[in-house]
């Protein structure tokens, strides 16, 4: 008779054991470290402020929805648990965590303004760390194992096509990273990556239907910024490429007995998306600009032969086919007037369809 409750005490205990598997295997933001001025978490609608250094921000949890936002000299650093992933977020940024995402142990962020750092140094031997979705206006950011930093800022210094909108600017230290701009989605619905290498940098501005992608190595400027803020725990300094993974010979020069090794120019990219919905509006504009020229020739031609008297004709006749001349006249205006009007974003990719 015993039997029967131990199986029911097993069932029970295994029953919760599985209830639990969910949040035993929930991905959480957790604050370890802050300095500097005031920070900001909106949660729920209650908005709460902190002194960057103090004891109590420890505790904070960023759960979804969440929005942390830094102040001036203000630092603060989260670790994702499970995982081990830091993210240091610099001074005047915007973070929103919109939760975790599909691949085991990721997170994704909304990125709305500012400068960050993605690391997973201290995981790579134990095989750990987490995928990172960073998502702005127009672009994705993957993040899996590495060493990356992130500015989605107003640069004044960078080419603007995109005049003052936040453009992104996503630095390799170390690993790989994937960047999947909304100008590389097809018409399918299908979207390509952008591959970035170790010691590499990749600028992205987008405007309608115009994308500037813009690949070049590091600069010194951001491995500077991030060593002197650099994530807690005796993280190893950043450094520039190393000399021995230079450009090889053959891109170098020899000038008075030395080679002097040099980066190859950036690679620029003008990237029109396929809209098939801006290519009907292009295709509709070029039919009402022919027609209404055929329509406004047609009419002048009217009142010309009407003008000048047709023989066979007699004046009445002739007087009403110049008088209907003002017909085809009047819709070629209106129909230019609407092609005018009209004014599709990828005019240039779809001129040659």
Known sequence: MQIPAIIDRQLCAFLFFFMLLPLLGAQEAHIIFSSGGAFTISSGGIRAEYQGGST???????????????GPNSIVEMQIEPGGTKI??????????????????????????????ISAAQTWQGGGGNAIHIKTSHEETIFRQGDIGMDYIINA??????????SLTVYNFHGITELMPASLQSSQGLASSMVMHEYESLSVEIANSLSYIERKPLEEGIVNYWNRHNISGNFPLL?????????VPEQATQAAGRIEY?????????????????????????????????????????????????????DHTNTLICNLGYIPI????????????????????????
Not at 59 to 68: E, G, S
Not at 157 to 166: A, D, H, S
Not at 282 to 289: M, P, S, V, W
């Open 56 to 70: 109590n921000t420890s505790a904070i949890v960023l759960h979804k929805d969440d929005i942390i936002q830094t």
């Open 88 to 117: 240091k977020i610099a001074e005047n940024t915007s973070l929103v965590c919109t939760g975790p995402g599909l691949e085991p142990l990721s997170m994704s962020y909304m990125f709305l303004y500012g400068r960050i750092r």
């Open 157 to 166: 210094e960078r080419l603007q096509i995109t005049q003052g909108v936040p």
């Open 239 to 247: 450094t520039l490429r190393p000399a021995a993974m230079q450009p």
């Open 262 to 314: 040099v980066y190859p120019p950036a690679i620029i990219e003008h990237i029109y998306p396929d809209n098939p919905f801006h290519r009907k509006l292009f295709r509709i504009k070029n039919f009402l600009i022919s027609s209404g020229m055929i329509l406004a020739v047609g009419g002048i031609g009217m009142q010309i032969a009407g003008s000048y008297g047709i023989a066979e004709l007699d």
């Open 330 to 353: 009047v819709l070629g205006l209106i129909f230019n007037g609407a092609a005018l009007v009209i004014s599709p974003e990828n005019m240039v990719a779809n001129a040659s369809n």
